[in-house]
Structure formats: C-alpha cells, structure tokens
T-cell receptor, first 113, second 114 residues
Framework: TQLLEQSPQFLSIQEGENLTVYCNSS?????LQWYRQEPGEGPVLLVT?????EVKKLKRLTFQFGDARKDSSLHITAAQPGDTGLYLC?????????????FGAGTQVVVTP | DTEVTQTPKHLVMGMTNKKSLKCEQH?????MYWYKQKAKKPPELMFV???????INESVPSRFSPECPNSSLLNLHLHALQPEDSALYLC?????????????FGQGTRLTVV
C-alpha cells in the first residue's frame, strides 16, 4: 500500500491543454517534493513545499501544498510536449519515517503536438 | 551545482560476477541514499547513510553491500545477483537526513543480470 496516492496514473493530452496531478495521503508530512523523470534517467527535483497552504510557481507549473500538509497538487498550464514524463510526488518527515522519502506511484503524462 | 554523478550508466553482469556501482556528489550533503527502481514503478529505498554511517537498511538482501568511503562517495557492491535484481539503481543525496529530506538524484545505473 502506497503511503502517497497519486492520481491519475496516466494522462494523455494535446499541446496547449491544462492538466492537474494529485497526491494524497492520510499522513502529515514535513515537506513534499515533486519530481519529473524521463525514461532511463533519474528523477529531477522540480519543487519542495514545506508550509501548509503554500503555493509555488515554476513557469507554467503551479504546486500547492494542502493546509493540513497531507496532500498536494501539480497544475500545468498550456502543456507542451517537453512536459512529457513521469511525475512523482514524495513526502518526508512523517513520524514513522523520519529521514525517508515516501514516493507516490507516479503519474505518466504524455503531451502530444 | 546540484549534480550527483553515477557510474557506470549501464552494467551487464552474470550471476557469479562481483561488480560495484559508484556515486559521487560535491554539494557538501551529509546524507546519501541508494534506491532501486523497476520499470513503471516508483523508486524503492534500499539504504540511507547519514554522516558516513549506515542509518537505514530496508531489509535489503546481503548480496547488496553498501559502502561510504567518505562524505562525497557512495558505493554499492554487488555479488551473486539474481535476474530479478535487474533494475535502475539510483543514488541520491540531501543536505541532511532531517525532516525535509530534499533529495537530488543521479541519472542512475541500468543494471541487467544475466
């Protein structure tokens, strides 16, 4: 059982459309990270959120941390083919997993021209 | 510089071979990690080193043996592996093994056991 539930598992959209990926848990995290991973490569850190209710923007990507620090979302505006990849959320700092990153199962995003 | 370097990028080994994976970071991070990732799955934690000492072993079989020679280097020694051990092995580092644990990953070693 994943501590972090990501949805959807797969998302295929056309260039220019918007998309949102969700990451939910019943546990409270001290921080939550979002990564993007391409086939055969390591995950690349996109953002870290640490404060409940925090919103961070990275160009067309908007990340939100829930008020209770149990959930997060990633919103991409006007998606481009370069946004294609596996998006992973990872949480840290739960009471029973200090010093570990707990990963969600990932959301595969495909953006077609 | 947020780079974690892993070598080799690809490795094919027989079940009787002994090989090592290497990882290096120069960010002054004091925590380093080994993860294993199977296709279409998230990374699974194997080992955590904090200040050059092994702090977490996620019940990994003894055919995987980690080593941290100094604060910048992390090795994973492999011996008598099974075909099911074929996977992408990822090294990561973070400032400290604290509650934020913001990790930076290397590009991984694609291991194939034949």
């Amino acid at each position: 059982t994943q501590l972090l539930e990501q949805s959807p598992q797969f998302l295929s959209i056309q260039e220019g459309e918007n998309l949102t990926v969700y990451c939910n848990s019943s546990s409270v995290f001290s921080s939550l990270q979002w990564y993007r991973q391409e086939p055969g490569e390591g995950p690349v850190l996109l953002v870290t959120v640490v404060t409940g209710g925090e919103v961070k923007k990275l160009k067309r990507l908007t990340f939100q941390f829930g008020d209770a620090r149990k959930d997060s979302s990633l919103h991409i505006t006007a998606a481009q083919p370069g946004d294609t990849g596996l998006y992973l959320c990872a949480g840290a700092g739960t009471t029973d997993s200090w010093g570990k990153l707990q990963f969600g199962a990932g959301t595969q995003v495909v953006v077609t021209p | 510089d947020t780079e974690v370097t892993q070598t080799p990028k690809h490795l094919v080994m027989g079940m009787t071979n002994k090989k090592s994976l290497k990882c290096e970071q120069h960010m002054g991070h004091r925590a380093m990690y080994w993860y294993k990732q199977k296709a279409k799955k998230p990374p699974e934690l194997m080992f955590v080193y904090s200040y050059e000492k092994l702090s977490i072993n996620e019940s990994v079989p003894s055919r995987f043996s980690p080593e941290c020679p100094n604060s910048s280097l992390l090795n994973l020694h492999l011996h008598a592996l099974q075909p099911e051990d074929s996977a992408l092995y990822l090294c990561a580092s973070s400032q400290d093994r604290d509650r934020y644990t913001e990790a930076f990953f290397g590009q991984g070693t694609r291991l194939t056991v034949v």
